[in-house]
């Protein structure tokens, strides 16, 4: 309490330097005020920079008010010169009116849409994604701009690059956790490699896309595609782009490619690469815990075909084209017909030809001498 002693009307001060960014609530969120108080960050940080300056909600919850000064001026918008009254539209004056909240994440559902202000089509971006549909159902805690990017410790998301998923796991941490252990997850994580993809890479930035839609999932074979159909990337770690171009050639990725051009809103029910591989938990196909590998292939095909018998699997190629050293047996039928069918429309060809160029000049002759 002596702390508040010391700076007269304080709690006043405070309690409503971060009331007026109150908005209504609604579904669909509503713009900030296009207004700018002229404050300076100084007057702002006069209070704010109080160590454990804090207040009560209606919830019982604390609302922590302090802010760092070295930390803001340090962060994004602080060294690009930003105000506090920039996101902070509706304080300008003292004292300052009641904040009317009950709870610390309605204070933040109210306070992120400033971010609108300079970042528009990031925000418009925000509107189709999963967070703000969940968001718009009734899910309060679904991810909003100030819960990914941070308030006045706002920094670059990428940087390192591992920084995404870290912050994709305060509301992920079981995905996080699978993702962390497999072939995609460990080489970001553990080796700071930048080749591998992130969740953004996958699921998208601002307008955040999730397996809950059919669409993606029907067209999560171009999202692997890449990478793995990239043949510079791919000659990095010697892994061929036939592992995409194969899938795509087969039954089950012809039919996936055609549902996209047909049916893009309809569910496929061909597996994509994620049904046999996995989604988070991705691991090498050498892998003991791989779903791929010749151990472990059979009882992945059965999530399909539940009565597959045990040489089932040995249709399937790998992800080879056929081969002298892989398939022998079907490259060489493989080049048995492709020798055999030219061959063969060519000598009916011939023929045909041959057999049309006689009767022509046989009826010439016969007109002549008739």
């Not at 970042?119 to 189709?128: N, P, Q």
């Not at 782009?241 to 899938?247: A, E, K, L, R």
Request: contains cysteine; charged residues 20%.
């Amino acid at each position: 309490m002596k702390r508040f002693a010391v700076l007269p009307g304080l709690v006043g001060l405070v309690l409503v330097s971060l009331a007026l960014v109150a908005a209504p609530t609604a579904a669909q969120p509503a713009r900030p005020t296009p207004s700018v108080p002229n404050v300076g960050d100084e007057t702002c940080l006069a209070c704010h920079d109080t160590p454990g300056l804090q207040i009560t909600l209606p919830s019982g919850e604390p609302l922590y008010l302090t802010v760092d000064r070295v930390i803001y001026k340090t962060s994004t918008h602080g060294r690009l010169g930003y105000a506090c009254v920039q996101c902070h539209t509706d304080i300008g004056e003292f004292p300052h009116p009641p904040l009317q909240v009950t709870s610390r994440r309605e204070f933040t559902l109210k306070l992120y849409r400033s971010c609108a202000r300079c970042h528009e089509d990031k925000y418009e971006a925000t509107l189709d994604s999963v967070h703000q549909a969940a968001l718009a159902a009734g899910h309060p805690e679904a991810a909003v701009c100030t819960d990914c990017h941070g308030a006045h410790n706002i920094g670059p998301p990428d940087k390192p690059r591992s920084r995404i998923s870290r912050t994709c796991r305060r509301c992920h941490s079981q995905i996080y956790d699978l993702y962390e252990k497999s072939v995609h997850g460990a080489a970001l994580i553990d080796e700071g490699n930048p080749d591998v993809p992130s969740c953004t890479d996958c699921h998208g930035v601002h307008s955040v896309e999730g397996p809950s839609t059919s669409p993606f999932r029907l067209f999560s074979p171009q999202i692997c595609a890449r990478c793995h159909a990239d043949p510079k990337l791919m000659g990095r770690y010697g892994i061929s782009t036939d592992v995409f171009d194969t899938y795509v050639a087969d039954f089950h990725g012809t039919t996936v490619i055609l549902f996209e051009a047909i049916a893009p809103d309809q569910e496929t029910n061909k597996p994509v690469c994620i049904d046999c591989h996995g989604v988070h938990d991705i691991q090498t196909t050498d892998d003991p815990e791989s779903r791929v590998i010749k151990e472990n292939l059979l009882a992945t095909c059965r999530k399909c075909h539940p009565d597959a018998t045990a040489n089932f699997p040995t249709a399937w190629l790998s992800h080879y084209r056929p081969s002298p050293e892989h398939a022998p047996l079907v490259y060489f039928v493989n080049l048995f017909y492709e020798i055999l069918i030219p061959t063969v429309i060519g000598a009916m060809v011939i023929f045909n030809a041959t057999d049309i160029y006689r009767r022509v000049v046989c009826r010439l002759r016969e007109r002549r001498h008739g």
